[in-house]
């Protein structure tokens, strides 16, 4: 699909749309939700290795930190993962 990149907001639908085309590939697609939503405390390293192996793997963390996703395994971070990316990220537009 090609990108949209006209500025019109009758184009939000195309734009949506293009945002989450990574998930159609995605290897989470292809498995059950237990990987990437483990309980407290359950290991996270199988959602990790599924989603080093994964081509949308940066476009899903991009999606989670847009969108302040705070549970399970999204781009191969964990909820305290992207956490800790994010207020590293405050922290260098702070200085």
């Given at each position: 699909m090609p990108i949209n990149?006209?500025?019109s907001?009758?184009?939000t639908t195309d734009r949506s749309e293009?945002?989450?085309s990574w998930q159609e590939s995605a290897l989470c697609a292809q498995t059950g939700p237990e990987f990437f939503f483990p309980a407290p405390g359950s290991s996270t390293r199988e959602a990790k290795?599924?989603?080093g192996a994964c081509e949308g793997r940066?476009?899903?963390l991009q999606y989670a930190l847009a969108h302040d996703e705070r549970f399970g395994v999204w781009g191969g971070l964990s909820?305290?993962?992207r956490q800790?990316?994010?207020r590293d990220a405050a922290g260098l537009h702070s200085s």
């Amino acid at each position: 699909m090609p990108i949209n990149i006209t500025t019109s907001t009758t184009d939000t639908t195309d734009r949506s749309e293009h945002e989450l085309s990574w998930q159609e590939s995605a290897l989470c697609a292809q498995t059950g939700p237990e990987f990437f939503f483990p309980a407290p405390g359950s290991s996270t390293r199988e959602a990790k290795r599924l989603c080093g192996a994964c081509e949308g793997r940066v476009a899903c963390l991009q999606y989670a930190l847009a969108h302040d996703e705070r549970f399970g395994v999204w781009g191969g971070l964990s909820e305290k993962e992207r956490q800790n990316l994010r207020r590293d990220a405050a922290g260098l537009h702070s200085s």
